[in-house]
Nanobody
């Protein structure tokens, strides 16, 4: 079992910024695919951003240019910097990890955290 713990969610106005953090076991950063997903009420879980162990990154079209995924191996932490937030970004955000997947945003990762809520008001 891989324990992932998200933090940093909250409520902001449209145009604001938030940074999400995900504490993960150190070994996941050596070889796992790491990512961020979100799920709004009544909608399916969707991939937001992913980063593999080589540093290759993939973003959903809806967040390109506004969100930045990064990782700090020394702190064993995955980040999602979210700028220019819009009301449609409102969702529960989940950190995810998988030991065997190639770079993808499909919601087929093996491990997910409990989530952190992001609410953007207009």
């Amino acid at each position: 079992q891989v324990q992932l713990v998200e933090s940093g969610g909250g409520s902001v106005q449209s145009g604001g910024s938030l940074r999400l953090s995900c504490a993960a076991p150190r070994y996941t950063f050596a070889s796992f695919l790491m990512g961020w997903f979100r799920q709004a009420p009544g909608k399916e879980r969707e991939g937001v951003a992913a980063i593999d162990s080589d540093g290759k990154i993939k973003y959903a079209d809806s967040v390109k240019g506004r969100f930045t995924i990064s990782q700090d191996h020394a702190k064993s932490t995955l980040y999602l910097e979210m700028d220019s937030l819009k009301p449609e970004d409102t969702a529960m955000y989940y950190c995810a990890a998988d030991p065997g997947l190639e770079l993808t945003l499909e919601p087929i990762f093996g491990y997910y955290g409990q989530g952190t809520q992001v609410t953007v008001s207009s």
